[in-house]
């Protein structure tokens, strides 16, 4: 039984990175290229990704909120996905924004960075006499 559900667990995975990988392509109407992004689970890592039309060039910046630029990298015109993960572990915290463009067309995706400091909570004690 623990097999049968294991195994059904992970054709159901594969099925949607299956269905993710064919839904990438798929450009929105009117569009030249999309961008998914999403972080990384306990860490400080953001996958982007990138669906575009081939023969069209993609440029992606990393902005500080100072409108600084941190990060340029240009997506070939051959591709038409395209997928990195980006470390912002050095990052101060701050705003930062990618600005992913075709020179027509502009996507921004902002991330905000804050460190948690921890707090002291106050015990409270309780007396029974």
């Known amino acids: 039984m623990k097999k049968q559900v294991k195994n059904f667990a992970l054709a159901l995975v594969a099925g949607l990175f299956t269905f993710t990988a064919v839904s990438a392509t798929e450009l929105p109407e009117g569009k030249t290229f ?48 395209f997928a990195k993960k980006f470390d912002l572990q050095g990052l101060e915290d701050g705003k930062y924004r990618f600005e992913i463009t075709n020179g027509k067309e502009t996507i921004t995706k902002e991330v905000n960075l804050q460190t948690k400091v921890p707090t002291v909570t106050d015990y409270r004690t309780v007396e029974v006499k």
Not at 37 to 48: A, D, H, P, Q, S
Not at 60 to 73: F, H, P
């Open 34 to 81: 999309d961008v998914g992004m999403y972080r990384v689970v306990n860490t400080m890592k953001i996958n982007v990704m990138i669906a575009k039309e081939q023969g069209n060039w993609v440029e992606i910046r990393l902005k500080n909120d100072k409108n600084e630029t941190i990060y340029v990298e240009v997506v070939n015109r051959k591709a038409t996905q």
